[in-house]
């Protein structure tokens, strides 16, 4: 590896720490901003992401993909379900962490790759390995656990898991860059949220501009606090391997789960202890064959540019990888 790419691979790393460290503190912004509630919190966040994102594409003078989505209406509807999905994520993710449920959260985004692999099952027929029908399995054994656990089903988990899923499914088909993204997402998001601040100020219960300078700030930084995490993972994403940034993805629940014991003081029963504990059994399972299949998935890559030698006049890489 040269000095070059060390660096880059360096660089890479500290983004994708910060992406994912960002966005598993974020727990200790959505209290700061009561008395508003979840719904004007999220509208805030939708308003003042397209702010911030429209300013950082001025910057960087990137708009030719804008007139290219507006011609592709099939596109441009992907982008929109993309939107109504994440509104649906962030709205109730700030719910539950104003209303004491950080822990539950958390779990939704630890079960979030079980929940992938098994759309990819079921949307996309995909085909399982051993160890990914393992880790689902496990997974599902601990939603039944935490059900017993919690007296209900995690809902909260469930559709902060599977809302999720969903958006990172259209995403993949729609294609476009984290930025570009999160700027069309927001535009649709624009329209609705800016209408519901207003219906909200004629009825007087608008916490913008009421209770001081200090609380709209907060508000306008909801912007900040959405696109900056999505900056620093665009900027890891083409600097370190995916198996890396796979690894990495745990650390975002990881520090919300903690938060949500050590600093909200959420109660943890034994049944919960024991359901997340299966969690993190299937989430080792499929980290592990992820790992194993990418290692192969390069030896395979590395067998493929050696030349063929003198004693072995017939090798086939690719035959050999595909037995």
Known sequence: MTGKSRSERHIGLLNGFAAYGMWGLVPLFWPLLKPAGATEILAHRMVWSLAFVSVALLVIRRWAWAGELL?????LGLITFAA???????????WSVNSGHVVEASLGYFINPLVTIAM?????KERLRPAQWAAVGIGLVAVVVLTVGYGRPPWISLVLAFSFATYGLVKKKVNLGGIESLAAETAVQFLPALAYLLWLGTRGGLTFGSEGAGHAALLAATGIVTALPLVCFGAAAIRVPLSTLGLLQYMAP???FLLGILYFHEAMPPERWA??????LALSLLTGDALRTARKAAQARAELRLPRTATTPNADPVGRHQA
Do not use: D, E, K, M
């Open 84 to 94: 109504a999905v994440i509104t649906v994520n962030w709205g109730l993710y700030i």
């Open 275 to 280: 359901g997340f504990a299966l969690v993190w």
């Open 254 to 256: 990881v520090l919300q």
């Open 120 to 124: 990819g099952v079921l949307l996309l």
């Open 71 to 75: 011609r592709r209406p099939r596109r």
